[in-house]
């Protein structure tokens, strides 16, 4: 673990999170666009928390949240007393070959860290540095990114499927009157 200097950290899954949740006081979990693959935020903060110790607070964000988030973690740095180390852990994707890093957990987790920045915790590892960068540089674009990024299209793709299968059951339901 090389970022264990840094106030504030940024890895992916669950075995970044084992990588850099040590001495960390609050893990908080970067997922967008849940629904995709075969983990969640859910799933994640589940084993993020057995993993770590019970005093860890572990939060789940997204970039409409990551100022709520950055507020619960400097009320926890004045109730320590001290530095709050946070530990900012991009959900991604777990897809059938794999685990697959995501764009829009990469751009809330960015959101978190500037929103942490905002507050005066900027003590930051290059990765979380890298993050906050590409969330101000693409704040503007996240909708379109969002929706054309693979998680996105993949969520579209499973929302057209339903539809399909909507209509098929509607079709099924049909029946003529017998005459």
Do not use: K
């Amino acid at each position: 673990m090389h970022q264990e200097r840094y106030q504030v950290r940024f890895e992916w899954g669950e075995a970044g999170a084992r990588r850099i949740a040590e001495g960390a006081h609050v893990v908080v979990v970067a997922d967008e666009l849940d629904g995709h693959g075969s983990a969640s935020a859910a799933l994640l903060a589940a084993a993020v928390t057995d993993a770590c110790p019970p005093n860890v607070a572990v939060l789940c964000a997204t970039e409409t949240s990551a100022q709520d988030a950055a507020a619960h973690v400097l009320a926890l740095q004045e109730q320590l007393g001290d530095r709050a180390v946070v530990a900012v852990v991009g959900a991604g994707s777990i897809d059938d070959d794999g685990f697959r890093t995501a764009v829009e957990d990469h751009l809330a987790a960015g959101a978190v860290v500037d929103a942490l920045a905002a507050v005066g915790i900027d003590f930051s590892s290059p990765e979380a540095a890298a993050a906050c960068a590409a969330w101000q540089g693409l704040r503007r674009a996240t909708a379109h990114l969002l929706t054309a990024s693979t998680s996105g299209q993949e969520l579209a793709d499973a929302r057209d499927q339903r539809r399909e299968h909507a209509a098929a059951v509607a079709t099924l339901r049909e029946f003529t009157s017998r005459g």
